[in-house]
């Protein structure tokens, strides 16, 4: 005989049914706010929660650089060296998004970001200055390709410019000690701007790694036609190369070998005319100039969007436009909607191109 006590599914089911009624009663007595609302505010990293991570420490890493230590929460489903991951802050009552490359070793219970401070760059300002220890910030999982297959080749380059460095840098961390045969090739300023200068100089100092420095106040920029010089075996070698958009045209004209590329900003076409964009949903018109993305510009004037890499790659921030024109900053060309049309376009690389009408 079967009995309650014996019965797996009859005690689930019970348990189920107690845990609603608790919820329910939660719910009245809550009312108008959700129980998980009040979770929030004491276990903001509980599993089932959105997504966010804990500041536990920023470091400086030069003069303009920073590292942001993260402990996310039991949703995080890890990542792999190289990619990158989306950040949500609340600067001035308006949520920011932007993506950065994970510098950080998988399986170590934090993560770590490296941002460099852009010119007018309201997020990475904020992550410099005004971010501390304790706050949260909203996380989204992991993506990107730019990554090292398992096993990785025995022989490897990393050509990297700038903050070009980061997602190489998850890479090196990860694998140093098993990678057979690495070089790194670096362009940057001078050498104390070089992010990571340090840990990569005694990399090399080991025998972990062969470290080019190319320091462009003194030696200028790195000549990719000249590459072969300071790496001989240049055909051998898989590559992977991060960095300005200028040095990555330069590799991708040039090379004949396996190159993997990763941009952290898209290339531009010549810009065109602007115009007016309405965000129905909210009634904001602003005027726009022929090089301001619409997402931008709604986050400028706050309008939330929905928004991923910003590069016009994970087609995160499509949007309808109900009418007008804009015109995509990569190509140049120009997309028209009439009332009723439907048309789907990105507004991370779109821009005005006359009067517009978003549905946002």
Known sequence: MTTFASDPRARQSLRDRLRDRVWQVAAAATHPRDPADYLDMFRPLRAGADLRARVVEVRAETGNAVTVVLRPGAAWRGHRPGQYVRIGLEVDG?????SYSLTSAPGEGLIEITAKAVPDGVVSAHLAQDLRP???VHLDQAVGDFVLPDPAPAKILFVT?????TPV??????????????????SEANADAVIFGDELREYAAAGHLRLVEQHTDTQGRLDVAALADVVPDLAERETWACGPAGLLDALEEQWSGVLHTERFRTAL????EGGSVTFSATGTTVELDGTTPILDAGEQNGVLMPSGCRMGICFS???????????DLRTGEVTTAAPGDGVLVQTCISAAAGTCDIDC
Do not use: K, Y
């Open 161 to 165: 410019g700038g903050s070009g460095i």
């Open 169 to 186: 840098m998850g890479m090196l961390r990860a694998g140093i000690g098993r990678l057979e045969d690495a070089v790194l090739v670096h």
């Open 134 to 136: 304790g706050q949260l």
């Open 317 to 327: 921030c499509v949007l309808p436009l109900r009418s007008g024109s804009v015109r």
């Open 94 to 98: 308006v949520r920011l998004w932007r």
């Open 269 to 272: 076409a010549e810009p065109g």
